[in-house]
Antibody
Framework: QVQLQESGPGLVKPSQSLSLTCTIS??????????WSWIRQHPGKGLEWIVY???????YYNPSLKSRVTISADTSKNQFSLKLSSVTAADTAVYYC???????????????WGQGTLVIVSS | QSVLTQAPSASGTPGQRVTISCSGS????????VSWFQHLPGTAPKLLIY???QRPSGVPDRFSGSKSGTSASLAISGLQSEDEADYYC???????????FGGGTKLTVL
């Protein structure tokens, strides 16, 4: 059974960077066939895709966030991480990691999600 | 403001059939596949429907999906109290070149 778990600071100061980690169990970040993603949900709002990547391939960014997003993978810990720089209050949201099948052309088939972690940007 | 439009709320009584709608445009729903997710706050969202009407293993056939033009629908038949949750639609957007989501519909079982 594949599970994802987000972790990271719940409070970040404005202008600083937000760093979150997604730990994978029951699968591997290096396993072919899946994109690994970050998605967020602002309070009381819908979901917003941030970034997804294929371990041995490319990374795809939401254009509105691309300049501030860095994604990386730690194969020794079977984790992937999100760094969002220069945060403001508008980045306050619940952040989710999720998995999407590689062959999902034209779809949004996020088949496994983490529970999400709330990040508040405030001084 | 979400790219896909959903009514903020819906309701039904146990045993009833309810439908949740999702409206988009030609660049997203009109030319791509729709997924539906069930979400209880504090838990991981669950994939209910993918590729417009396909159900993952383990999802009851009470849940069904359809798509017509630039709109899609999720139908829940034989409504149960445990179906009370938020439901989100999603699809690919050719203009964004990425996935987009609806604002969610909160389903209340009366």
């Amino acid at each position: 059974q594949v599970q994802l778990q987000e972790s990271g600071p719940g409070l970040v100061k404005p202008s600083q960077s937000l760093s979150l980690t997604c730990t994978i169990s029951g699968s591997s970040v290096t396993t072919g066939g899946y994109y690994w993603s970050w998605i967020r949900q602002h309070p009381g709002k819908g979901l917003e895709w941030i970034v997804y990547f294929y371990y041995s391939g490319s990374t795809y960014y939401n254009p509105s966030l691309k300049s501030r997003v860095t994604i990386s993978a730690d194969t020794s810990k079977n984790q992937f991480s999100l760094k969002l720089s220069s945060v403001t209050a508008a980045d306050t949201a619940v952040y989710y990691c999720a998995r999407r099948p590689y062959g999902d052309k034209g779809g949004a088939t996020f088949d496994i999600w983490g529970q999400g972690t709330l990040v508040i940007v405030s001084s | 403001q979400s790219v896909l439009t959903q009514a903020p709320s819906a309701s039904g009584t146990p045993g009833q059939r309810v439908t949740i709608s999702c409206s988009g445009s030609r660049s997203n729903i009109g030319s791509n596949y729709v997924s539906w997710f069930q979400h209880l706050p504090g838990t991981a969202p669950k994939l209910l429907i993918y590729r417009n009407y396909q159900r993952p293993s383990g999802v009851p056939d009470r849940f069904s999906g359809s798509k017509s033009g630039t709109s899609a629908s999720l139908a829940i038949s034989g409504l149960q109290s445990e179906d009370e949750a938020d439901y989100y639609c999603a699809t690919w957007d050719d203009s964004l070149n990425g996935p987009v989501f609806g604002g969610g519909t909160k389903l209340t079982v009366l």
